[in-house]
């Protein structure tokens, strides 16, 4: 039954993808990089994991997904409009004045968005109060954050995680983005971070790390985490990950963390995500 559900997820992925190239490709404008390189963690969230309602998304004990590297939203748009949050359609409309989906999610335009977020380093934070407001009230909750390994630079990711521990917060899954590079170059040449997984776990993390694009590794971490969520300890998902995953002239390369494909790159790459299928 595993494989199967990996199988269909797979195939959800590549319809992913080519939603993310397609907003980008239509803006002429956008991050499609680090969006391709989490588009197989959030198929396996959106359509596998988290208990969510697309029709009713402020349901008090769904659960929560804070993209804290907001500039990759089109990861985060296609997955709520395959999901059925808006209608599919307005993906067409990325940073349009007026539509619902800005360059950076908006949590008072767009259904579906737990938390505005832009401001690198902030989301982690957000997510700890979110984590310890469901502890508080006794919801089911669980709170997602997803963090890129250059936004780990920041010293407020740091302050958050020893207060995630400090409250025992094990409804709080942070999954780190470890593509290797940022805006500007690879994030060992930028400000190395070192080994971040040994980082969370000496602030008190339970630590799986996975092949962020392996949908079996995928699937037995969140499983491996849901049958640990009442230990009293974080968890951080430490995911290696392709900048540009499944576009053969985007991988690895950092011009493309924030650069949209002209017509012929759009329909190069387009080609190259439905080989994924394949």
Known sequence: MTSEIADSLRKKAVELRKTILT??????????????????????????EMNIDPNNPKWESRDRFILSKGHACPVLYGALALKGYFDFEIIHTLRSEGSILQGHPDMKKCPGIDISTGSLGQ?????????????????????FIMVGDGEAQEGQIWEAAQTASKYNLDNLVVIIDDNGLQCDGSCDDIMPTRDLGKKFEAFGFEVFSIDGHDMDQILAAFDLIRSRSANGRPKCIMAKTLKGRGVSFMEDVAEWHGMAPNDEQ?????ADVEKGLN
Do not use: E, Q, W
């Open 266 to 270: 759009f329909a190069t790459a387009m």
């Open 123 to 143: 989301g982690l934070s957000c997510g700890v109060g979110m984590a310890i407001a469901g502890k508080r009230d006794n919801l089911p909750y669980r709170v």
């Open 23 to 48: 907003m980008i490709h239509a803006a002429k404008s956008g991050h499609p990089g680090g969006a391709l390189s989490m588009a197989d963690i959030m198929t396996a969230l959106y359509f596998h």
